[in-house]
């Protein structure tokens, strides 16, 4: 099964030939990449680069970097099933091999960017919302799997709990990685860890503070 991004790519090839097409792009991963750009960007899109491109290159020179006044905090790099990325990750080129050496994945490509303004708990509410809504329920690891880890985020989220809390989502995500039936459980992990090992600081604030002004007003309509 071919998606539209690859088909799109057939013509090109072959009127100049696969030659041509290997000059664009890595080594191991030739040829141009649809990337969605989302975000706190000044310039949010689709965009078509070369594989390879860096992330820096994407993110600030194409989407233009942060509204003016903000920080770049960090970034979800290849979709919700993606990677939390930091600022000191710019220089990553975005091929499969460059990502899967630093841990992370290429996925769909797309590069949602997040300043200073935003919370890492409360994206990662709005990722694991998705992988519990699109959970098929086929499976208990993970159709139980993503309940149990919005229930836990709400304590974090909510300021409702202690450390303990952050163990047992990186326990249960464990649990789906190796349990659950197809890669939407099994990925899972991979947002969830990054972010708590990446800006496990802002989650422990949470839980030592109490929520922060975005949380507070979110959890006012959820919980
Ligand atoms: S892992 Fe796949 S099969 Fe299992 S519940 Fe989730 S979506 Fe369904």
Redesign the pocket.
Known sequence: MNNVETLANVPEIVRRGAAWYRTLGTDDSPGTKLYPLLGNLRRTGLVEAEMGIPLRALALDLGGGPPEGRELKGLLVGGAAGTFLTPDELDVPMDFGSLRRIGAVLGSGAVLAFDDTACVVDLLWSVLSFFSHE?????TP??VGTAVLLDLLAKVRSGNGDRSVLEDMRRVVQVMEVA???P??QSVGLPVGTALEKFRGEFEAHLREGPCPRCKAATEVYV
């Open positions: 959970s098929c329920g086929q499976c993970c159709r659950s039936l197809c939407l459980g």
